[in-house]
């Protein structure tokens, strides 16, 4: 209850400080951060035709009228919206939307997505484990987790490193709302942002983090992916290759910052999933690092070997599947990643290591486990990660059929936009709405969909992306903007352990909550927190009890960095 006024009061000071009367329903629903001036200014009123009444003006005073309005009825919960096309607006500036007695800004500018594509990109660095924080303003911290002692779980024991050996593995990324750290999630989330680094070198040759490595010579972005890395390679058994699935405490730490944890981690059982991220991943690095020995001497050397054993490891150990009800012992109750398919890691780490060493067995593989269709990328499926080598790759063997299915994907995906509420590919079905939605299926939706305009050198798809951005930023059934630090109404409760126990008001900036889910699997475990709805786009509590719509995770911050630097570049 308490939260629940603390929500309200600061609505209010929202809505007091563009000077309108306070509501607690918000009837017009924009993109929060910003548009480009050639980009379509659209906004949702909810419930009412604004007709003529809607004044729009423009930042040197003029009056208009909006350009045309449509309504459209909820298939998700049968209300009825307005979609107001607003018309160009290509003037930079600011734009007061007023419809009675509520009123809203809309900023138009030439990088309106440049400050929070780099927030998204900089929040790696305030997630990083075992080392101080120090670059990271009113969220320093002292270190915590530096897993220099780390246990050998008897599922990950082996002849020469049996159960109970000490090994180090510090650094890397905390995972998400909680403290551990797996391999899975870890290699798909730098993967994704590689796949954009890949197509926008140029642009990240000079973006800025602010970070210990920002004076050396290697891109920003690449050091904040070495630091990850790093902790990965320590991932990797160096007597047999196979890699350990993950570094953890038995159960969740509580709500306290990292220098108060206590209890042991360990490394349990190897598996064939994170063994083949690790080797796609170490490909790609060693690729992409080869330039920048300078700052990394004998990297990229280390990282092709490390791929190609660890690749072999999982060819002779295909059906080591991670099963974490096995573990005793203790038994370990954190994030499971666990994934009962591995044809996709095959295609994509295959596809990597030919990529990198041109071996013919690689491609045999990648042939072998190739996809019939494009797919929205995930953790536990990774084949698109696998695509992009192809497409982003001088060889043509698979060029051709991915671009074919990317393409396909993409008219798919587009399709329904003008009958859509909220105007935007992403949003529209019940199946839109789950546990990381807001990442799985509306950045990366928008990522593939600027993905393939690149490949065919148009910008036919680039306005349904930017719809997606007006969604996530604010244009949808909740009006909340999903990310963390940005608009005026944001997420100030996620499920973050350091955002609730560092006793600072506002969140980390810069992180994409989960969204929406109707599935609410956490509703059992709620003390306080209750769901406003069980309609799919509307069953969303800002929270930090609800892990399953409002945790935050690095691979959903890798998607939106792959969405939002890609925008900011273009
Ligand atoms: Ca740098
Ligand atoms: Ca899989």
Redesign the pocket.
């Known amino acids: 209850m308490e939260k629940g006024i603390k929500i309200l009061v600061m609505m209010v000071l929202a809505c007091a400080a563009i000077s309108v009367q306070a509501k607690d329903v918000v009837q017009l629903r924009r993109n929060q951060v910003g548009c480009y001036p050639d980009q379509e200014k659209v906004i949702v009123v909810e419930g009412r035709n604004p007709g003529s009444k809607l004044r729009i003006t423009t930042p040197d005073g003029k009056v208009l009228k909006a350009k045309s309005v449509r309504r459209a009825v909820s298939p998700l919960s049968g209300k009825t919206r307005y979609v107001v096309d607003l018309g160009s607006l290509t003037a930079t500036g600011d734009y007061r939307l007023a419809l009675g007695d509520e009123a809203c800004v809309l900023h138009v500018s030439e990088r309106p997505y440049h400050a929070i594509a780099t927030s998204a990109l900089r929040l790696f660095y305030l997630f990083r484990s075992g080392v101080p924080i120090e670059q990271g303003g009113a969220y320093n911290r002292p270190l915590g987790h530096p897993d220099t002692r780390v246990l050998i779980h008897n599922s990950a024991a082996s002849p020469l490193r049996p159960a109970g050996t000490v090994i180090s593995s510090p650094l890397g990324w905390y995972d998400a709302g909680d403290y551990n750290k797996y391999v899975v999630n870890s290699a798909f989330s730098i993967g994704l942002m590689f796949a954009v680094y890949e197509q926008h070198r140029d642009y990240f040759a000079t973006l800025s983090t602010d970070i210990p490595e920002s004076r050396n010579a290697t891109p920003d972005f690449l050091d904040e992916m070495m630091f990850n890395l790093r902790w990965l390679m320590t991932m990797q058994d160096p007597y047999d290759g196979g890699v350990y699935h993950k570094l953890t405490t038995p159960n969740f730490e509580g709500f306290v910052m990292p220098v108060d944890c206590k209890q042991e981690r360990y490394v349990v059982a190897k598996s064939v999933?994170a063994t083949l991220d690790f080797a796609a991943v170490m490909a790609d690095a060693a690729r992409l690092f080869e330039p920048y020995q300078q700052d990394y001497p004998g990297f990229a050397a280390q990282a092709a070997a490390m791929a190609m054993r660890a690749y072999q490891w999982a060819k002779d150990h295909p059906t080591a599947f991670y099963r974490q009800s096995q573990l005793k012992e203790p038994a370990v109750t954190t994030g499971e990643y666990g994934?009962g398919?591995?044809?996709?890691?095959f295609f994509w780490a295959a596809s990597a290591l030919y990529r990198l060493t041109g071996s013919q067995q690689y491609l045999d593989d990648a042939r072998q486990y190739q996809p019939r269709q494009f797919a929205l990328p995930s953790w536990?499926?990774?084949a698109s990660l696998g695509a992009f080598e192809w497409l982003a790759g001088k060889s043509i063997e698979m060029k051709d059929e991915m671009l074919r299915q990317l393409i396909a994907f993409c008219d798919d995906a587009v399709k329904d936009v003008a009958t859509s509420s909220f105007q935007s590919p992403y949003g529209n079905k019940a199946s839109n709405f789950g546990w990381g939605c807001l990442s799985e299926q509306c950045c990366c939706q928008a990522m593939l969909l600027l993905y393939a305009d690149k490949m065919t050198g148009t910008t036919k798809f680039r306005r349904y992306a930017l719809q997606n951005a007006d969604y996530l930023l604010g244009r949808n059934a909740t009006g909340y903007c999903y990310v963390t630090g940005f608009g005026d109404k944001s997420p100030m409760h996620p499920h973050h352990r350091p955002s609730v126990a560092d006793g600072i008001e506002p969140p980390f900036p810069g992180m994409l909550i989960g969204g929406p889910n109707p599935g609410q699997q956490d509703k059992g475990s709620m003390h306080h927190a209750v769901y406003p709805s069980n309609v799919p786009d509307e069953s969303y509590v800002d929270d930090e009890e609800s892990y399953a719509s409002n945790e935050v995770a690095i691979n959903w911050n890798a998607s939106l960095v792959a969405f939002l630097c890609w925008l900011d570049a273009l």
């Open positions: 999933t994934d398919y591995a044809g996709d890691e536990g499926y990774v």
